[in-house]
């Protein structure tokens, strides 16, 4: 019991953990629905993941060794050039760190290109929002997408526990924590990046970074390699590492700015 109990700790901290950048899409895609439904769009997104995680967790402790193994059809060899054995996993990480890539520089390049940041608006005049519906899909979808890692290493993790039950019922109590703990903050973010709109801007490179190593992650699990040379994953060290050093770089740079700010009135 014991063993089951810290397990289930150590599944909850790494859910957390690792629920943090799923945490901040959620709080940056929720502003594309209409202004009255965003805590609502939140809310059921992150309940209908919840129930859609511990699909994908019986799914993926049913069927694992499937989504390892690589498809004849998508592995092959070109000169010196390429060389690729896709598996359902790395698929999955690839698509969903190539559409974090792809939001992440649609957001910056709308936020240097708009001319009123008062007004979400697109070029044409036309309000910058979608359906909440459509908004709560997103959020569902790359939730599994953020989910799918951290499945695979609450599975690793429960390894030991010899019934197998009780190991799929530890993940499962581990993921539904997890879930409220982010219904939880989720309206407590949005209220903050909606303060401070100034972060943005940091969380939108947070999430490009995150795209960066699940594309990273994906091409080293589809055992990539181009003209010879592995695609080897970001660490996780290597990435806290470096939203320190952004979130450190963010901080000094606003109250530099402050500071030039006064002097400029002082002068006045």
Known sequence: ?????????????????????????????????????????????????????????????????????????????????????????????????????????????????TTDLGHDVEGDGSKKSKSANAVVVSIVIMNLVFSFDSILAAIGLTSDIENSTTAFIVMAIAIVLSGLLMLLLADKISAFLAKNRMYEVLGLFILFIVGIMLVTEGGHLAHLKIFGNEIVPMSKTTFYFVIAVLVVVDIVQGRYQKKLINQEITKK
């Open 1 to 113: 019991m014991a063993e089951v109990i810290f397990t289930l700790l150590m599944l909850v901290m790494l859910q957390a953990v690792l629920g943090f950048d799923n945490l901040l899409y959620i709080s940056l895609e929720s502003k594309k629905a209409p202004v009255s439904e965003q805590k609502r769009v939140r809310k059921v997104g992150i309940l209908i993941a919840i129930v859609l995680r511990i699909v994908l967790l019986f799914v993926l402790v049913s069927v694992i060794e499937y989504f390892q193994e690589p498809f004849s059809f998508l592995t092959g060899h070109i000169e010196d050039v390429l060389d690729f054995a896709f598996n359902g996993h790395s698929l999955i990480v690839l698509a969903g760190g190539g559409f974090i890539i792809y939001t992440a520089i649609k957001e910056i390049w709308h936020m240097i290109s």
